[in-house]
């Protein structure tokens, strides 16, 4: 059974830091491109960044760039997530999904991040 | 990156069809065919109903459809039940090799 487990949200003060991570298990991590995905209290989905499955090709939404990593360790069948210079508008449910561009065919339960003084 | 548009809500009543549109551009929804579409219930995480514009994961029930013409794909729910009733969001592909969500579709379910 595929399951994605994340963890590591909270509250963190703007302009702070915070590392998101995410347990994979029950397939081949390494040959699964992953994605974090992001859901504001009460509003829409927002694809956050995505990896390929060997870590070789990565890709970010305009509003992240340059503050967020995404990050994989194959030998742990875990995603990661590092979060710097957080500001308001990044509270969310935090979603870590299997698949391409795409599409995500698995999800996890998500984790929430508040950025808040 | 812009969102693709949804109408915020539909409703149906039940055993009747319903259809969700999501217009991008040439950039995302018109220019490939990796269009998503996905279920949302309250307080759980979002749940693939379709894939590449039309392809149904294993599992998911055959009333749900997508198709697309241009530059706007379509769900269409067919034999509505009451638990067909959530948030369904669009996705594409994009030039910029990036996913892009449309705002949410809010379905209820008379």
């Known amino acids: 059974e595929v399951q994605l487990v994340e963890s590591g949200g909270g509250l963190v003060q703007p302009g702070g830091s915070l590392r998101l991570s995410c347990a994979a298990s029950g397939f081949s991590f390494s040959n699964h491109w992953m994605s974090w995905v992001r859901q504001a209290p009460g509003k829409g989905l927002e694809w956050v960044a995505i990896?390929?499955?060997?870590?070789?090709?990565?890709y970010y939404v305009d509003s992240v760039r340059g503050r967020f990593t995404i990050s994989r360790d194959n030998a742990k069948n875990s995603l990661y997530l590092q979060m710097n210079s957080l500001r308001d508008d990044d509270t969310a449910v935090y979603y870590c999904a299997r698949g391409p561009a795409g599409w995500s065919d698995y999800w996890g339960q998500g984790t929430l991040v508040t950025v808040s003084s | 990156q812009s969102a693709l548009t949804q109408p915020a809500s539909v409703s149906g009543s039940p055993g009747q069809s319903i259809t969700i549109s999501c217009t991008g551009t040439?950039?995302?929804?018109?220019?490939?065919?990796?269009v998503a579409w996905y279920q949302q219930h309250p307080g759980k995480a979002p749940k693939l109903m379709i894939y590449d514009v039309s392809n149904r994961p294993s599992g998911v029930s055959n009333r749900f459809s997508g198709s697309k013409s241009g530059n706007t794909a379509s769900l269409t729910i067919s034999g509505l039940q009451a638990e067909d009733e959530a948030d369904y969001y669009c996705?594409?592909?994009?030039?910029?090799?990036?996913?892009?969500f449309g705002g949410g579709t809010k379905l209820t379910v008379l």
């Open positions: 990896i390929k499955g060997d870590g070789s090709e990565i």
């Open positions: 996705s594409s592909y994009t030039s910029s090799r990036t996913r892009v």
């Open positions: 040439s950039s995302d929804v018109g220019g490939y065919n990796y």
